[in-house]
C-alpha cells in the first residue's frame, strides 16, 4: 500500500512538474519575442544590455493609426497598405473592433485573416491591434473573439493596446477585474509571443497615465504594460513633467503615441496635429526615450485629422526623417 501510494504520489509531482515545465517554456518564449519587440537585433540576436541598447543606432519603428477615420479619400485596405509602404512607414496599427458604430473606424477583427494576408501582400507589418476591456465587476470583460484573435496573430511582433473603460476614471471597484482580466490576457499573449498594453484615453477608467503605470504594477506580469499616449498624456495630466514617469516606467512601456499638438488645447483637433503643427516639443520628448533606452515602436495618432490622409502623413514622415538624420549625425 505504501509502495503504490508512493507511486501515485510520485505520477502526480510529475505531472506538476511537467505542467510547471510546459509554462516555464510559453513563458520563456514570450519573454524572448516580448525582448524582440524592444530591442534592436544585430544578426538576429538580441543586444545583450541596455547600456550597448543605449550606444546602438536609436531609430524606433514609426507607424500611424487612426488615418483612416477623416480620409477624405476613402481609401480602402490595399490602397492604404501601399500607400503607406510608399510613404515609409516601418507598419501601421488598426483597431480589432470597436463598440460604438459612429467612429468610421477600420476594424480589422472583422475579417482578420483575410485582413491580415492583404498587408503581409503588401509588406506592412502590423505592430498595434486595438481591443477594450471592460472594468465593470458586473459586465462581460472583453469581446470574446478576442482569444481566438490572439491565438491567430501567434508569432507575430505585435502588440494589442487594450482601453480601460466601463467605470469612471480610476474607480476602485475596478481594479479587482482589471488584474484578474489583464493577468487572463496577458497569459493568452504569452502563448502566442505577443504583448498587452494598457491604453490610456481621456475619460476611460485607466485615464491617467500614472495611474496606468500603478495598475500595471499590480498585475505584474511579463506580457503586461502600458502606452504613453502623447495626446491622452495632455488633456489629463498635461500640467505635470512627464520625463520621471518615463524613466521610473520604461521597462514596462510597450508603445509610445506622439502627434503634433498645442499645449493647454482640449479639443481633440488642438491635440491631435500632424508633426510639422503644434508647439508641443516632441523633440524633447523623444531624446528623453532615446536616453532613458526605450526601444519599442513610435505610433503616429492620427485620428479626426481632416483632408486626404496622405498629405499630412507626408508632412509628418518628413518631419520625422529630418529628426532620424539628426540621430543619426549623434549615434558613434
Known amino acids: 500500500m505504501l509502495l503504490q501510494s508512493s507511486k501515485v504520489g510520485s505520477r502526480t509531482m510529475l505531472r506538476h512538474k511537467c505542467r510547471c515545465w510546459t509554462l516555464a517554456a510559453a513563458t520563456l518564449a514570450a519573454l524572448i519575442l516580448f525582448g524582440a519587440h524592444n530591442t534592436e537585433t544585430v544578426a538576429g540576436k538580441p543586444t545583450q544590455s541596455s547600456a550597448q541598447q543605449r550606444q546602438a543606432p536609436w531609430a524606433p519603428k514609426l507607424y500611424p493609426f487612426c488615418m483612416e477615420v477623416s480620409d477624405a479619400k476613402r481609401r480602402t485596405l490595399v490602397q492604404e497598405a501601399h500607400m503607406l509602404r510608399e510613404l515609409g512607414f516601418d507598419g501601421v496599427g488598426y483597431l480589432l473592433w470597436l463598440d460604438n458604430p459612429d467612429v ?135 500640467d505635470k513633467d512627464y520625463r520621471p514617469h518615463l524613466r521610473d516606467g520604461v521597462e514596462k512601456i510597450f508603445i509610445v503615441t506622439i502627434c503634433g499638438a498645442k499645449v493647454g488645447s482640449k479639443t481633440p483637433s488642438g491635440l491631435i496635429q500632424p508633426l510639422d503643427r503644434g508647439d508641443f516639443d516632441n523633440r524633447e520628448l523623444l531624446a528623453t526615450l532615446r536616453e532613458i533606452g526605450y526601444r519599442g515602436p513610435i505610433g503616429l495618432q492620427c485620428f479626426m485629422i481632416p483632408g486626404d490622409a496622405r498629405e499630412h502623413l507626408q508632412r509628418s514622415m518628413n518631419v520625422w526623417k529630418a529628426w532620424k538624420a539628426e540621430w543619426a549625425k549623434d549615434d558613434p
Not at 493596446?161 to 488584474?179: F, Q
Request: with cysteine; aromatic share 4%.
Open 104 to 238: 468610421p473606424v477600420r476594424k480589422l477583427g472583422e475579417d482578420l485573416e483575410a485582413n491580415l494576408r492583404t498587408l503581409d501582400e503588401a509588406g506592412l507589418p502590423v505592430l498595434d491591434l486595438g481591443a477594450s476591456v471592460n472594468v465593470d465587476p458586473n459586465a462581460r470583460p472583453y469581446d470574446p473573439r478576442l482569444v481566438e484573435a490572439i491565438r491567430k496573430l501567434k508569432g507575430r511582433p505585435l502588440t494589442i493596446s487594450v482601453m480601460l473603460t466601463g467605470l469612471p476614471p480610476g474607480d476602485e471597484r475596478g481594479t479587482k477585474p482589471a488584474v484578474k482580466n489583464l493577468r487572463q490576457l496577458g497569459d493568452l499573449a504569452a502563448k502566442s509571443g505577443l504583448r498587452i498594453s494598457i491604453y490610456h484615453h481621456k475619460g476611460h477608467w485607466t485615464e491617467s497615465f500614472i495611474h496606468t503605470l500603478r495598475v500595471v504594477e499590480r498585475v505584474h506580469h511579463p506580457c503586461v504594460g502600458a502606452n504613453f499616449n502623447l495626446c491622452h498624456w495632455l488633456a489629463v495630466d498635461g
